[in-house]
T-cell receptor, first 116, second 111 residues
C-alpha cells in the first residue's frame, strides 16, 4: 500500500482479555517499530524489528506484551490479560533501515486501545 | 540514557506571529535530531531533520539548527498560519536505532 496501515483503528476490550494489533508496513521497508502514545505522554518506544528479528525489545513494558513479524512484512503486537493502564494509542512505523535508519520512518494512523 | 525535553504547551499564537518551540536533548555521541508533526486526525510525519552539529533542517517555512554546544534543536517559523496548528515532537536517534521522542508541544494558531 501507499503508507503504513494499522488495524483495527479502534479497539475496546474488557480487562483481562487478549488483543492483537496489526501493522502492514510500506512495501520494501526492512525496519519496523512499535510505539505507544498515552494521553499526556510522549511516544514510548516498545520494540524494533529488522527483517523478522527484533534486536531491540527493551521498551516492552511487561511479559504480557509480545510482538512478531513474519515474511519481513506484517507485524502483530499482542497484549495478554489487558489492564486499564494499557489504554493508549499504539503506533507502528517503518523505514528502509540501513544507514538512513529511523530518519525516514513513516508512521501509521495508530490503533486506539481502550480497556474497560 | 538518552532523552529529549520539550517546552510544555499549548503554545497559542495569532496568525503571522513568530514561533519558537524549545527542544534540548541528552545523549551520548552524536545523534541525529528530528522534528515530527502530528496534524489533527493524521499520523506522525517527519517535518525536518539534522544529522550533525551546525546542520540546519528546514521544511514548509520551519527551521531548526543542531546546536551541540547547547544540546538544543529549537523549532522556529517566522510567520505561522492556522494550518500549522498541530502537535510537534522533537526526537533523536543513533543511526538505525529507535527514535526517542519528547512529550510533544501542541501549537494552536488563531486567525
Amino acid at each position: 500500500g501507499a503508507g503504513v496501515s494499522q488495524s483495527p483503528s479502534n479497539k475496546v476490550t474488557e480487562k483481562g482479555k487478549d488483543v492483537e494489533l496489526r501493522c502492514d508496513p510500506i512495501s520494501g521497508h526492512t525496519a519496523l517499530y512499535w510505539y505507544r502514545q498515552s494521553l499526556g505522554q510522549g511516544l514510548e518506544f516498545l520494540i524494533y524489528f529488522q527483517g523478522n528479528s527484533a534486536p531491540d525489545k527493551s521498551g516492552l513494558p511487561s511479559d504480557r506484551f509480545s510482538a512478531e513479524r513474519t515474511g519481513g512484512s506484517v507485524s502483530t503486537l499482542t497484549i495478554q490479560r489487558t489492564q486499564q493502564e494499557d489504554s493508549a494509542v499504539y503506533l507502528c512505523a517503518s523505514s528502509w533501515g540501513g544507514s538512513r535508519g529511523s530518519a525516514e520512518a513513516f508512521f501509521g494512523q495508530g490503533t486506539r486501545l481502550t480497556v474497560v | 540514557g538518552d532523552s529529549v525535553t520539550q517546552m510544555e504547551g499549548p503554545v497559542t499564537l495569532s496568525e503571522e506571529a513568530f514561533l519558537t518551540i524549545n527542544c534540548t536533548y541528552t545523549a551520548t555521541g552524536y545523534p541525529s535530531l528530528f522534528w515530527y508533526v502530528q496534524y489533527p486526525g493524521e499520523g506522525l510525519q517527519l517535518l525536518l531533520k539534522a544529522t550533525k552539529a551546525d546542520d540546519k533542517g528546514s521544511n514548509k517555512g520551519f527551521e531548526a539548527t543542531y546546536r551541540k554546544e547547547t544540546t538544543s534543536f529549537h523549532l522556529e517559523k517566522g510567520s505561522v498560519q492556522v494550518s500549522d496548528s498541530a502537535v510537534y515532537f522533537c526526537a533523536l536517534s543513533h543511526n538505525t536505532d529507535k527514535l526517542i521522542f519528547g512529550t510533544g508541544t501542541r501549537l494552536q494558531v488563531f486567525p
